[in-house]
């Protein structure tokens, strides 16, 4: 009613049905006495008004701008305030493309085919605001992906203030293009990427950097060593012309014949790799190209291993790396 009554008063509206369109028309109808307005769903708006002089005059505005993503709805943009709101009416498939940097309060649960984007030169963040709820049952993380789906995330920054963990990925296919994920804090570990499960996690071009564990694990080697991505056993991850901080690579009982996995090609650049050898089972790690600054490997008697020798392109690496035991002197034994 609030906007019929503007409308009657100063001039006429042609709009679709849509409560975000007619609550982008009440924003500007309130500050010009407008003669004509034309509003589409997500579309820019066209005013016609009169100025202090009474002189006819026309512009063009986007106050879609201040609205945090659109999504094609039956091949409609939608405008939405709300990112949650957005992505729950991404249809299977589809696309949510994010406006400006994003605050939430929730995580987001990917439970189908679907590409959140940044737009082509943009690189818009999502963050958790100061009342996020950690979501236990999503294993704390700010985006959680538990169903066999492809989902796509594009010029992207995932950081949750050291509030959650930043991406959970236990089945399905991720494509990762041109993100940066940092600044997250789990209350157990890892903090940044935990691909576990089935998942299949691709990154190409994407940062992933100081993230962190729980304070109570920061004395725990092979936990700390987690803090950015951690590799399940049965997963896998390929870092393609990526850079990274700690990467995990898990491997054990759980793993059958299908262990741990990571790939390094294209001028990765990683901090540190931790190859995890347990229950007979040793992690994989297919080295292509790339910088590893330490190389650490659990060896056939459980201790860990640096790797110094420089790496060979097209070779498999892999848990339980075999340590001779140490010859024992004479001199030794008496002591």
């Known amino acids: 009613p609030g906007l019929h009554d503007r409308l009657l008063h100063y001039g006429s509206c042609i709009y679709t049905e849509d409560d975000r369109a007619m609550n982008v028309v009440n924003e500007i109808v309130a500050k010009y006495r407008t003669v004509s307005c034309l509003v589409g769903k997500g579309a820019n708006v066209i005013i016609k008004f009169r100025d202090s002089e009474n002189t006819p005059t026309e512009i063009e505005v986007n106050p879609t701008s201040d609205y945090a993503a659109i999504v094609k709805v039956s091949d409609k943009a939608m405008y939405y305030k709300n990112v949650i709101d957005a992505f729950n009416d991404v249809e299977d498939g589809g696309t949510l493309t994010l406006n ?21 030169g943009k690189d818009y963040s999502i963050n958790a605001a100061s009342d996020f709820a950690i979501p236990e049952k999503q294993l704390g993380a700010m985006i959680g992906i538990k169903t066999n789906v492809h989902v796509t995330l594009r010029n992207l920054n995932i950081n949750s203030n050291g509030k959650a963990r930043g991406i959970l990925a236990q089945a399905g296919t991720v494509e990762m293009e041109n993100c940066t994920v940092t600044g997250n804090k789990c209350s157990s570990y890892p903090g940044g990427i935990y691909i576990t499960k089935s998942a299949d996690v691709n990154m190409n071009n994407c940062t992933i950097i100081d993230n962190d564990v729980a304070d109570e694990y920061k004395d725990d080697i092979a936990i700390t060593a987690c803090k950015d991505i951690w590799v399940g056993a049965n997963a896998k991850c390929v870092l393609d012309n990526c850079t990274a901080g700690n990467v995990y690579v898990n491997a054990n009982s759980y793993s059958k014949s299908n262990k741990g996995f990571l790939e390094v090609v294209n001028a990765t650049k990683i901090e540190q790799v931790y190859l995890e050898f347990d229950e007979d089972f040793g992690a994989d790690m297919l080295y292509n190209d790339g910088v590893i600054k330490n190389f650490l490997v659990v060896g056939s008697d459980k201790s860990v291993v640096t790797v110094t020798d420089k790496l060979v392109p097209g070779k498999m690496y892999s848990g339980s790396i075999e340590v001779t035991p140490k010859e024992v002197t004479d001199e030794e034994e008496t002591e």
């Open 100 to 120: 400006n940097d994003v605050t939430i309060s929730e995580n987001i649960v990917i439970d189908k085919n679907c590409t959140i984007e940044s737009p082509e």
